[in-house]
Every structure is written in C-alpha cells, then in structure tokens.
C-alpha cells in the first residue's frame, strides 16, 4: 500500500462530520482485500444534534461519486452513517483491542500560495471551504496501512479497527458508542499525528486532555420596525450578543485549567429591522470533567440570563462533547517498549491542550475494566492545528504503522519476549 498517495489522497478530498462518504467509501474497498470482518453502520443514528440534512448529504454523495466512489457504498453510507468497523483476529488467544481512527475534516478554507506543501505538490483541498486541517487524512491512511500490515494474522488477540466520523465537534464517538462498538474490549489506543511534538517522536501518552461541552444557543425575539417602532421589538440579536461578552467574561476556576469560547455568531433581519432570531456556538472546556460541568452550567445560565434581560426566548441544544482521560501506565509501557522495538524515539506522556471524543470511547473500556491510552506521533506540523497552513511530515506516518503494529504483535507486553 502506498502510504504517502492514500493520505493525499484523502487530503484532497475533505469531508465534515457525518458526510465523510467518500472517505468511508475509500476504507471499504481496501479493507475489502483483507481478511476482516466488516461492519457499516456502526453509529446510533437517533438523537445525533446537528446531524446533515438530506440535501447535505446528498451534496457530498454527489462530490464523493463525482470523484470517483461506488455509487452503491455512497448510498449505502449515506443511510446508514459513515462510521466502520472492521475486526481481525491473529492466530492465537491475546487482548480485544480497538484502535480508533477519525475522518472528519474542517469547515476551513486551505491555503494555497506554493508555501504550503499540499498546494505545491498538487493535492490541496478540492473542496472549497472544507480541509483536512488536523491530520485526519494521515490517521485513516494509518489505520488502513496496519490492517494490512496485520492480515497476516501473526498477532495474539483480536484488533478492532473503529474508523470514525465526526471527532470534530465531539458527536461521533458518542453515535458509535451506541452501537456497542468497544464491547468486550481489553485494550484502547488512539492515535493523533502531531501536536507540536517533532516529526517521529512518540508519545505514549497524553495529559491535560479537556473535557468539553459544545452548545448551540438559539434566541427567538420579535421583529418591528427599528425606527418606527423599536419599543414594539424583542432583539434577539442584542440578547446573544449579550451573551458572548458574558460568556468571556465568566471567571476562571483555581482548581482546573478552564477555557471558554464562541464560535460564530448569526442573525436574522435587515439594517432596519429588530431582529427576531439570532443562534451561537459556543463551548465550554476543563482538565477536570466535573469542573468542565459547572462551566457548563455557567455558560447556560449567562444564556439564559441575557435572554431573560431582552424578553426574548432560548433553546440551548448541547451538539456534542468530551470528557477528560487518563492514561494506563501499563498500557504507556507497553507503547514505549513498542516504539524501542522499532527503533524510533519515545517519551511518555506528552501534554495535549486540547479535547478529543476518544476519550469516550477509553472511558467506556476502563469502565468496564480494559485498559486506555493515546498515543501521539510528532508531525513537524508547520503551523497550527485547525490553521489553513496545517500539514504534517508525511514521514511520521510509517512511525505510527511501525508502533502500532508492533503494540498488537507484542500483545502489549511492556518487556521484550
């Protein structure tokens, strides 16, 4: 398998939350050349928030067939949900493993001056306004590589590839997870490529992942004329503007590393119409997930408050979320003795800042007693994460086949046998 022109590939062919067809399309004709037992629709589809209408999908079913998918797996995908899963099983007992690779780009528009590698060589984003912005494209290559790399079937245990929608916005793990898909599992991994470590250096581990909530606030006023009869109107526009300085301007918390934000703001009307409607985004984050609860609170009740100060109504919809997680120390061993068996330099645990819905899926396992970690593999990523400008050093991608590879035929043992 050509590692590097599977992600270009991809790259080149962003998707959103939910509407990854074409990426998903792409992972079950490859993983129907091995030995694997293949699930589609591996997603709770009742009660996502901010799942893609039919006009949505079929927009990119249109993209994704138009570049090149069957149509009958876009179909297919597009009814049932983009998430997949496939199981492999070696050729004697060992730990459940399920290994967690997402798909979902950004709503970002990728630069496209030649100092920016995708752009230079030819496979920048062709999709306008959408782009692989943190390293997702490199993580579906990866998981597909090591599906190879294992048929072979010379592994104890079993290896559970989850390949997963919408870790963007903290919605898919969650939709997976209610279809049972880390059930009976011993061992999670996650794999992330870069957050600032340098291009092939591994992280066994993370810290200071955030738990986080993301909520959507809808205001719903009165219009009326704003010269005419401006007392006869409800701004809602005013009530979420209210709101964002008074989201900002909640106070920090001594006991957790806290973050707020508001995403985007929209509104209704004309230069001279109060205006009726008005809809944020926004979130709220903690290393600590009980903190990250009363935050959570807070922002509702400046929602709230700012509504009540207009005589306006709000609908406040929680659109997705994470929690905070703390690695196995087992598990970090098992990764760095991996990683000298492969000859490549590793710490132990690497400090993240910011939130991944991964976390759910390592909650589920360590509640049921397995064990979790989340691994990092350094991109020399020239600029930031979720920044036009993002890209990772395509020769960090082979590391994290090697280490993984050598985690599950190793089945996790922390010393050499």
């Given at each position: 398998?050509?590692?590097?022109?599977?992600?270009?590939?991809?790259?080149?062919?962003?998707e959103?939350?939910?509407c990854e067809?074409?990426?998903a399309?792409?992972?079950l004709s490859?993983?129907?050349?091995?030995?694997v037992?293949?699930?589609?629709?591996?997603?709770?589809?009742?009660?996502?928030p901010?799942?893609?209408?039919?006009?949505t999908?079929?927009?990119f079913?249109?993209?994704?067939v138009?570049?090149?998918a069957?149509?009958?797996?876009?179909?297919?995908l597009?009814?049932?949900?983009?998430?997949?899963v496939a199981?492999?099983?070696?050729?004697?007992?060992?730990?459940?493993?399920?290994l967690r690779?997402d798909?979902d780009?950004?709503?970002v528009?990728?630069?496209s001056?030649g100092?920016?590698?995708p752009?230079?060589?030819?496979?920048?984003?062709?999709?306008?306004?959408?782009?692989?912005?943190?390293?997702?494209?490199?993580?579906?290559?990866?998981?597909?590589?090591?599906?190879?790399?294992l048929?072979?079937?010379?592994?104890?245990?079993?290896?559970?590839?989850?390949?997963q929608p919408?870790?963007?916005?903290?919605?898919g793990?969650?939709a997976?997870?209610?279809?049972?898909?880390?059930?009976g599992?011993?061992?999670?991994?996650a794999?992330?490529?870069g957050?600032?470590?340098?291009?092939?250096?591994?992280?066994a581990?993370i810290?200071?992942?955030?738990?986080?909530t993301?909520?959507?606030?809808?205001?719903?006023g009165t219009?009326?004329?704003?010269?005419?009869?401006?007392?006869?109107?409800r701004?809602?526009?005013?009530?979420?503007?209210?709101?964002v300085l008074?989201?900002?301007?909640?106070p920090?918390?001594?006991?957790?590393?806290?973050?707020?934000?508001?995403?985007?703001?929209?509104?209704?009307?004309?230069?001279?119409?109060?205006?009726?409607?008005?809809?944020?985004?926004?979130?709220?984050r903690?290393?600590?997930g009980a903190?990250?609860?009363?935050?959570?609170?807070?922002?509702?009740q400046v929602?709230?408050?700012?509504?009540?100060?207009?005589?306006?109504?709000v609908d406040?919809?929680?659109?997705?979320g994470?929690?905070?997680?703390d690695?196995?120390?087992?598990l970090l061993?098992?990764?760095?003795?991996?990683a000298?068996?492969?000859?490549?330099e590793?710490?132990?645990?690497?400090?993240?800042?910011?939130s991944?819905?991964?976390s759910?899926f390592?909650?589920?396992v360590q509640?049921?007693?397995?064990?979790?970690?989340y691994?990092?593999?350094?991109g020399?990523?020239?600029?930031p994460?979720?920044?036009?400008?993002?890209d990772?050093d395509?020769?960090a991608?082979?590391?994290?086949?090697d280490?993984?590879?050598?985690?599950?035929?190793?089945?996790a043992?922390a010393?050499?046998?």
């Amino acid at each position: 398998m050509d590692l590097i022109n599977l992600r270009r590939d991809v790259h080149a062919h962003p998707e959103p939350a939910f509407c990854e067809l074409r990426t998903a399309a792409l992972v079950l004709s490859h993983l129907r050349e091995l030995p694997v037992t293949v699930r589609t629709g591996a997603m709770r589809l009742e009660g996502i928030p901010a799942y893609p209408d039919a006009v949505t999908l079929e927009h990119f079913a249109g993209l994704a067939v138009g570049s090149g998918a069957d149509e009958a797996d876009v179909a297919k995908l597009a009814a049932e949900g983009t998430a997949i899963v496939a199981e492999l099983s070696g050729d004697r007992p060992g730990p459940t493993w399920a290994l967690r690779f997402d798909m979902d780009a950004l709503p970002v528009t990728e630069a496209s001056d030649g100092t920016h590698f995708p752009a230079a060589q030819g496979f920048r984003s062709s999709y306008e306004g959408f782009m692989h912005a943190c390293g997702h494209d490199g993580h579906v290559a990866i998981g597909l590589a090591l599906a190879r790399r294992l048929a072979d079937r010379d592994f104890p245990g079993t290896v559970r590839f989850l390949f997963q929608p919408a870790e963007e916005g903290g919605r898919g793990a969650r939709a997976m997870l209610g279809a049972d898909v880390v059930e009976g599992v011993d061992r999670f991994a996650a794999v992330h490529l870069g957050l600032d470590l340098p291009t092939g250096v591994v992280a066994a581990g993370i810290t200071g992942i955030f738990a986080t909530t993301k909520m959507r606030a809808r205001f719903t006023g009165t219009a009326s004329h704003a010269a005419a009869a401006p007392q006869d109107g409800r701004n809602a526009l005013l009530a979420a503007a209210t709101a964002v300085l008074g989201i900002h301007g909640l106070p920090r918390f001594s006991t957790a590393d806290t973050r707020v934000n508001v995403g985007t703001l929209r509104a209704d009307g004309n230069v001279n119409i109060v205006p009726a409607l008005a809809e944020l985004t926004c979130e709220a984050r903690s290393k600590d997930g009980a903190v990250n609860a009363d935050l959570t609170e807070r922002v509702k009740q400046v929602l709230r408050g700012a509504a009540l100060a207009q005589g306006v109504e709000v609908d406040i919809e929680e659109t997705g979320g994470s929690t905070s997680l703390d690695c196995d120390g087992e598990l970090l061993d098992a990764v760095l003795a991996a990683a000298g068996a492969t000859g490549h330099e590793a710490v132990r645990l690497h400090e993240m800042g910011g939130s991944d819905d991964a976390s759910l899926f390592a909650e589920a396992v360590q509640r049921a007693g397995g064990q979790a970690t989340y691994m990092v593999v350094g991109g020399g990523n020239p600029a930031p994460h979720h920044n036009p400008h993002f890209d990772v050093d395509e020769a960090a991608l082979p590391v994290a086949v090697d280490v993984l590879e050598a985690l599950v035929r190793r089945g996790a043992a922390a010393t050499d046998r």
